[in-house]
Structure formats: structure tokens, C-alpha cells
Nanobody, 123 residues
Framework: VQLQASGGGLVQPGGSLRLSCAAS????????IGWFRRAPGKEREGVSC????????LYSNSVRGRFIISQDKIKKTVSLEMNNLEPEDTAVYYC?????????????????WGQGTQVTVSS
């Protein structure tokens, strides 16, 4: 399984970024893609996830109402639209895959991880 995250960058507070995760190298139809982030000096945090089968979503309290997760089922890509970004959102963002139907923001459920993409929110 390969997970390729992209779309990070530098943005001013209040700005927006769109991350993308392209998944390949697998054949099962029941899985969940999650976005996680690790800020300097902090533990990894689950941000949002989406189930491929029915599109069910989950958001952390820190991003709910600002971030939107979506998927293109044909291309097997998952996007994370991040709006009204705050300096506290600065982190390396990772996408990960969990096989099955359980949607969760707990990282121990996730079997495969992509490389991270840096998001920096600063003026």
C-alpha cells in the first residue's frame, strides 16, 4: 500500500490549504483514510477520517467546523480542505489507512502510513 500526501505549504492565519492523499497498491473495498498531524513537541493527533464504503466522517474537536474531508472513490484520493487556519494548526500532516469499517481518530487502528507534508501557519 502506498499513500502519497501532498498540498502542504506556508499560509497566513485565516488562510486555507487543501491536502490530498492518493492511495494505491491494494485491492480491498473496506477501509478508512485518516489524517493525522504532529506538531513540534507534541504527540500525534488524529484530525479527521472518512470511510471509503459509505463516506462516513469524523473530525477532532480542534478542527470541526473548519476542516472538511472528502473523497474521490474512483481515483481513490482523499482531500482535506483546511479553512480559517490558525498557528496552532502548524504541523506535519500524515494520511493513513485502516482496513475495515471502523472510523476512528486513534492512530493504533491504522495499518499503513504515508509520508508527511508540512503545513505552516504564520504571518
Amino acid at each position: 500500500v502506498q499513500l502519497q500526501a501532498s498540498g502542504g505549504g506556508l499560509v497566513q492565519p485565516g488562510g486555507s490549504l487543501r491536502l490530498s492523499c492518493a492511495a494505491s497498491g491494494f485491492s480491498w473495498d473496506y477501509y478508512v483514510i485518516g489524517w493525522f498531524r504532529r506538531a513540534p513537541g507534541k504527540e500525534r493527533e488524529g484530525v479527521s477520517c472518512i470511510a471509503y464504503s459509505d463516506g462516513s466522517t469524523l473530525y477532532s474537536n480542534s478542527v470541526r467546523g473548519r476542516f472538511i474531508i472528502s473523497q474521490d472513490k474512483i481515483k481513490k484520493t482523499v482531500s482535506l480542505e483546511m479553512n480559517n487556519l490558525e498557528p496552532e494548526d502548524t504541523a506535519v500532516y500524515y494520511c493513513a489507512m485502516s482496513k475495515g469499517l471502523l472510523i476512528s481518530l486513534e492512530d493504533h487502528y491504522y495499518d499503513y502510513w504515508g509520508q508527511g507534508t508540512q503545513v505552516t501557519v504564520s504571518s
